[in-house]
C-alpha cells in the first residue's frame, strides 16, 4: 500500500531503549521526503518513555517477559501473534528496525521487504528469519558479518552519529538529579543481563568499580539502570549510598546525550551510551565482558575507549578528573544520517 502521492509506507519497530534516538532523526528525514512513516514501540527499559520525551507517535504493542531461554522464545512468539494484526492492516512497502527480531519474523511471513540495522555483528540472529538489507558501520569488516542477504549498506561513523550531531546541552538536569557540580561527576551504565551474550564477569567488575569509586569523597556517581528489576537489585546493595545522595538512580527519563555530557566520565557495560560518550568527546571505559565487537576495537584504536577487564584495570586505567567541556561536535547536519535516508530513499525507488 502506497500514499496518494506515490511515496512508500515505512514501518519502524521500536525494540530497545537505543533505537529511540536513533530513529527519532530518521523519521523527521523521510517525513521531509514525504514518506508514510509508521512506528510500534515494545514496553522494554526506557523505550515508551523516550519516545514519548522525543513526542513520536507510536503505537504499544508487546512488553519484556523475562530472561530465561524458555521465556524469552514465548515472548517472541507472542509479540510476534502481536504484530501481525498490525502489519496486515498498515501493509507497509518497508519493514525497518535496528536488530527487532519479532518484525523480521512478521515481515517474512507477510513477505514485505525487511531492513534491519546493527552494530555488533556478534549478536545473534535467527536462523531462518533474516531481513533482505542490512545497515551497519563502515567500521565492521566483512569478514565479520553474514553477507548471505540481498543488500549491505556500510555507513561512514558510528550509529551514535545519526542523532549527536543535533544534541543541545541544557543544564537543567543538574537540578533535576540534584548534582553538585563541584564533584566529579561520574555515570554508569550496567551490563545488559537479559541480552544473550550477557557473562556473569561483567556484574562482577560492575560492584569492583562502584565499591572503587564510592571511596572518592569528591565523586558523585549516577546508575542508569536498564530494567526495573536491575535497578531493585542495585538499590539492595548500595541503598545506603543512595540515601547519601552519593549514588542517584534518576526516578525519571532524562536525556541520556544531557547525562553524559554534564558527566566528567562515563562506565558502561556495553552499548549504545559509551559510544555515544565517545562521540561526544567524553572519557568512555568498559566494563562489557564478552567478545569485543569492532566498533569498540575501532573506538579504543582510536583513543576513544578504554576498555576494562579487572579490577587492577578499574583501580589503574579510570582517570577521576573534571573535564574540560566543549561544544565542537555540533553541526548542522550529520553525513551519516544523510546517507542512511538516501539509501533507504534508493531502496524504496
Keep these: 500500500m502506497t500514499r496518494k502521492n506515490g511515496k512508500s509506507k515505512i514501518w519502524i519497530d521500536l525494540d530497545n531503549s537505543p ?4 530513529f527519532d532523526p530518521i523519521i523527521t528525514e523521510l517525513e ?15 523505550v515508551i518513555e523516550l519516545a514519548n520525551l ?6 504499544k ?12 522464545a514465548l515472548g517472541l512468539a507472542l509479540r510476534t501473534m502481536q504484530l501481525l494484526p498490525y502489519a496486515l492492516k498498515e501493509r507497509p512497502n518497508l519493514a525497518l528496525s535496528h536488530g527487532s527480531r519479532t518484525q523480521i519474523i512478521v515481515a517474512k511471513l507477510l513477505r ?8 555488533y555483528e556478534l549478536a545473534k540472529g535467527l536462523p531462518f528469519f533474516k531481513p533482505k538489507i542490512k545497515f551497519l558501520p563502515e567500521a565492521i569488516p566483512d569478514e565479520r558479518i553474514n553477507l548471505n542477504v540481498d543488500k549491505i549498506v556500510k555507513y561512514p561513523g558510528l550509529k551514535e552519529d545519526v542523532y549527536v550531531h543535533k544534541f543541545q546541552p541544557n543544564p537543567k538536569i543538574l537540578e533535576q538529579l540534584n548534582l553538585d557540580e563541584k564533584k566529579i561527576i561520574i555515570t554508569i551504565r550496567p551490563p545488559a543481563n537479559k541480552a544473550h551474550y550477557y557473562v556473569e564477569k561483567s556484574d562482577e567488575l560492575l560492584v569492583e568499580t562502584i565499591n572503587y569509586l564510592v571511596n572518592f569523597e569528591n565523586t ?6 536498564r530494567t526495573k528489576e536491575q535497578s531493585q537489585e542495585l538499590k539492595s546493595k548500595w541503598g545506603k549510598h543512595v540515601q547519601l545522595n552519593k549514588i542517584i538512580m534518576p526516578n525519571i527519563v532524562v536525556n541520556g546525550l544531557n547525562l553524559i555530557w554534564h558527566s566528567d566520565l562515563v ?23 564478552s567478545e569485543i565487537g569492532s566498533v569498540d576495537k575501532y573506538l579504543v584504536n582510536e583513543g576513544r575507549l578504554m576498555l576494562i577487564r579487572s579490577r587492577e ?5 579510570i582517570k577521576i578528573v573534571e573535564r574540560s567541556k566543549k561544544n565542537d561536535f555540533i553541526t548542522s547536519k550529520s553525513k551519516t544520517l544523510m546517507f542512511i535516508v538516501e539509501n533507504l530513499e534508493n531502496i524504496l525507488n
Design 32 to 46: 521531509k521526503r514525504d514518506f508514510n512513516v509508521v512506528v510500534t514501540a515494545r514496553d522494554y527499559g526506557q
Design 267 to 289: 562506565i558502561s557495560g556495553g552499548g549504545t551510551m559509551i559510544r555515544e560518550a565517545a562521540a561526544l568527546g567524553v572519557p568512555a571505559y568498559s566494563i562489557f565482558q
Design 61 to 72: 504493542i508487546g512488553r519484556s517477559i523475562g530472561k530465561t531461554k524458555l521465556v524469552k
Design 220 to 225: 558523585q556517581i549516577i546508575i542508569t539502570p
Design 313 to 317: 584495570d578499574v583501580m589503574q586505567k
Design 54 to 59: 522525543f513526542s513520536l507517535k507510536y503505537k
Design 19 to 22: 533505537h529511540v534516538l536513533f
Design 112 to 119: 514485505i521487504k525487511s531492513a534491519m540495522a546493527f552494530d
